[in-house]
């Protein structure tokens, strides 16, 4: 990062003894300040319930950072430095009177970031008290995480409650996915390289997959988690924001509404999926016992806590359709899933073929070029292309090949930033454009809605799949009906 620091700002971070502000936010943040791009008066206030004061917490968070930053990455005078920033409240977040000390401890002149690494119930809750203590001003900035409820309805309640004391323009919705760089590089890709923006249709592009797979399981969140289930864990959120990025027509400017305007024209074109087309459309699963990492793994029904009635599924395999005319025919397949054979994340655009093939018939099923995007582990881009391959013996025999871009190894940077520390700076430059709009959660939810309710209505119990493979039979089952099949199969 080369951005000079911005403004002074006061932080504070609600929940902060949780998981999140523990392994990213704090992290994020001695990593700012290691690139010197927090001012050198900007505060952090840590608020959650647990009984501490401000040394142990300053100890226990110099601690931490030591262990999860790499070991180049980290200065022990820049994390005592950081640590020395940070100060602790412990604080019921529904005791409204507890609130009046918050506007005591702000600085008048710095920015006020309101960041709330709490359940969305509490949301509302913190915004009044945060009106009531005086906190509430014209120069704040309220930072809130997914999800945003857990259906239409129950979104529309989050956002109301925070739209009682702020406006639109100071809420930022996080979605981590769009913090990180190469999902960034998605709109540089498409919009300033007309070797791509010009074939970016119908008329050139076949099909396009979107795949999310983890190999972990439920790693204790398992009461959390089965409220949920993978369909709103990851697909109303972070798969459906990638669609969007790769769906989307070009913005008229680079400005955070004219994006999110776009996306939102995506998300409105997606086609209903009615019970009738259930089958055929959407498969769902729940992994069973099996083998992850070389090691042995118990069943979704077998994790610590666990209901062994639940149907919730661990497993998503979608077919969606765009009804626009820049996607008319275009299906995107989407995948993701928990205890699969590895955490991975990508994106494969297949272009269309050549319309007359001259090459070996035996060689017919190379001939279509893939743009692969990685967003995990390795970031980067690689475009297949087809060559002669070389040899007097060979002939016209084809080899297919990447043209490669990895991040880590082109660009002459120390390291890729971490998404939350590309958010928290957008936050503290006051950017929405990687932030979700109320209207874009609406949308979402609006579509998944109606695939839950479906499988509420149907009865199906979620298909099994073994812990360590790539799902259900059903998911390869629906790409093979059309002739295509996943890429990882090929």
């Known amino acids: 990062m080369v951005d000079q620091p911005v403004c002074a700002c006061d932080l504070m971070l609600f929940g902060a003894s ?127 995480e997914k999800p945003i409820g857990h259906d239409l309805e129950s979104s529309k309640v989050i956002n109301d409650e925070l739209a009682e004391v702020y406006r639109e323009s100071q809420l930022f919705r996080i979605d981590h996915y769009l913090g990180k760089e190469t999902v960034q590089n998605l709109i540089a890709l498409r919009f300033a390289n007309n070797l791509f923006a010009s074939q970016w249709d119908q008329n050139h592009i076949s099909h396009v997959e979107i795949t999310v797979a983890e190999s972990m399981g439920i790693e204790g969140r398992w009461g959390y988690f089965d409220q949920a289930g993978q369909i709103r864990d990851m697909i109303q959120n972070h798969l459906l ?139 980067g881009m690689a475009l297949k292309i087809l060559t002669k391959d070389q040899g007097l013996d060979k002939g016209m025999r084809l080899r297919q090949g990447p043209l490669e871009l990895t991040f880590s190894e082109t660009f002459d940077t120390d390291r890729i930033p971490d998404a939350y520390e590309r958010l928290l700076w957008e936050i503290m430059r006051g950017n929405q454009y990687l932030f979700v709009r109320r209207d874009e959660v609406e949308h979402a939810w609006r579509w998944v809605d109606q695939i839950i309710r479906n499988w509420h209505d149907s009865g199906e119990p979620p298909k099994r799949y073994a812990a360590g493979t790539w799902g259900p039979v059903a998911s390869i089952a629906m790409i093979t009906r059309d002739g295509r099949s996943w890429y990882e199969d090929v």
């Open 241 to 379: 924001q990638l669609l969007c990025l790769i769906a989307m027509d070009p913005p008229s400017d680079l400005s955070a509404d004219s994006i999110r305007d776009e996306k939102v024209k995506v998300l409105k074109a997606l086609k209903r999926i009615t019970p009738d087309m259930m089958a055929e459309y959407v498969v769902r699963g729940q992994y069973t016992s099996g083998t992850s990492e070389g090691k042995p793994v118990p069943g979704y029904l077998d994790e610590e806590g666990a209901n062994k009635a639940s149907e919730t599924e661990t497993f998503v395999a979608l077919k969606a359709e765009i009804d626009n005319w820049r996607w008319s025919g275009v299906p995107f397949y989407i995948r993701t899933g928990k205890r699969l054979p590895e955490k991975m994340s990508q994106i494969i655009i297949h272009f269309k073929p050549a319309p007359h093939y001259i090459f070996d018939p035996d060689q017919k099923h190379l001939a279509n070029n893939k743009l692969i995007i990685r967003l995990q582990p390795d970031e």
């Open 18 to 144: 949780g998981d999140l502000a523990q392994r990213k936010l704090f992290p994020a943040l001695y990593q700012l300040d290691r690139a010197g791009l927090l001012a050198s008066d900007s505060r952090v206030l840590a608020i959650a319930r647990r009984d501490t004061d401000t040394a142990a917490l300053r100890k226990a968070l110099l601690a931490r950072l030591e262990e999860q930053i790499p070991e180049p990455e980290f200065d022990a005078t820049v994390a005592q430095g950081f640590v020395s920033r940070v100060e602790y409240l412990e604080l019921d977040f529904t005791d409204t009177d507890g609130f009046l000390v918050l506007n005591d401890w702000r600085h008048p002149g710095n920015q006020l970031i309101v960041y709330m690494a709490t359940p969305p119930s509490m949301y509302g809750v913190i915004a009044r008290n945060l009106r009531a203590g005086g906190c509430c001003t014209e120069r704040t900035r309220v930072v809130v």
